[in-house]
């Protein structure tokens, strides 16, 4: 009796073990939500440059998680990328709040950020946020930086043999 206890709390263990594993490799791909999904509200914001915004990512507002991004596609019009974000019903903003996409961290993933505005009436569901800023694309300030040291370093050799 005594081994057949042992080998069922070593089972029960296991499968515990198992599914802590589950739930984190669900958390670290943002593909869990506890925060009770479908209960807010969604609004639109167009951005000429996303970066590496993937769906699912987070909608944060002074640090702290008020929704999530629902979908990304590509205006064909204005070729701009159209983010969908879902925001909680309990959590409104003004009219003329703004959208950043920012990066935890130097290199960490991409999330949007609001920063609510002055306006007496709020966001309501299917608007859009008209005041964006596109993601700063490292690829893109590191060529800018080249871009630029090599144009003081041809100004500079042109200067030098007049």
Excluded: C
Aim: hydrophobic share 45%.
């Amino acid at each position: 009796m005594n081994k057949k206890s042992t080998e069922i709390l070593v089972g029960l263990f296991v499968v515990l073990g198992a599914l802590a594993l589950v739930f984190l490799a669900m958390k670290a791909a943002n593909l869990t939500s506890f925060t009770g999904s479908g209960d807010g509200y969604v609004v639109q914001a167009r951005f000429d440059n996303i970066g590496g915004l993937k769906p699912r990512a987070p909608v944060r507002s002074a640090g702290v998680d008020v929704g999530r991004v629902r979908s990304i596609t590509l205006d064909p019009q204005t070729y701009q990328g159209v983010v969908t974000m879902e925001l909680r019903k309990d959590v409104q903003f003004p009219k003329d709040s703004s959208a950043k996409i920012l990066t935890s961290g130097l290199l960490g993933d991409q999330y949007v950020g609001i920063e609510p505005g002055a306006d007496e009436k709020n966001l309501a569901a299917g608007d859009v946020i008209k005041q964006t800023q596109s993601a700063l694309v490292l690829e893109n300030l590191i060529g800018q930086l080249l871009f630029s040291k090599a144009a003081d370093a041809g100004t500079a050799a042109s200067g030098g043999e007049k």
